[in-house]
């Protein structure tokens, strides 16, 4: 279970809108200091991400909760949203050139199959429970 600490910034109906720092792991890389992304992290500054989760609980705006998602979840997700719409590229443009399309068709059926893959992927994301589960932290009053 991966678990990451946020703040209810709103409510809407069922859902529950959490906001989270975004966490880097170049303070334990050896690397560190002379690595391009975290010497870039440090100029950026810190960064925030936004995700709506069910509400089965009395949580209340400003809140501290902590958010867990399994690994399964996390791993499943990150394979259809990179690899399935790359899988598709390839795919739809190899049927093309096997078809005797020319190259300017392999290049649009190939941008068609990743469009299409996205949409797919974000379709099933937004239909599809991830597991994702909220719990209050103990401390908040």
Not at 38 to 44: E, Q, R, S, T, W
Request: hydrophobic share 45%.
């Amino acid at each position: 279970m991966i678990e990451q600490k946020a703040t209810v910034i709103s409510r809407h109906d069922h859902l529950v809108w959490v906001e989270a720092e975004r966490q880097s792991t170049c303070g334990q890389c050896a690397a560190r200091k002379g690595c391009g992304t975290g010497l870039l992290a440090k100029h950026v500054g810190k960064k925030f991400s936004r995700i709506a989760v069910k509400d089965e609980g009395n949580l209340e705006v400003g809140q501290e909760v902590t958010v867990s998602i399994p690994e399964e979840a996390l791993l499943s997700g990150a394979f259809l949203m990179y690899m399935l719409p790359l899988i598709l590229l390839f795919f739809t443009s190899i049927i093309v050139r096997l078809a005797g399309g020319g190259e300017l068709l392999q290049i649009v059926s190939g941008l068609l199959g990743l469009i299409t893959g996205f949409v797919w992927v974000k379709h099933r994301m937004s239909h599809h429970d991830a597991g994702i589960n909220v719990k209050p932290n103990e401390d908040f009053k």
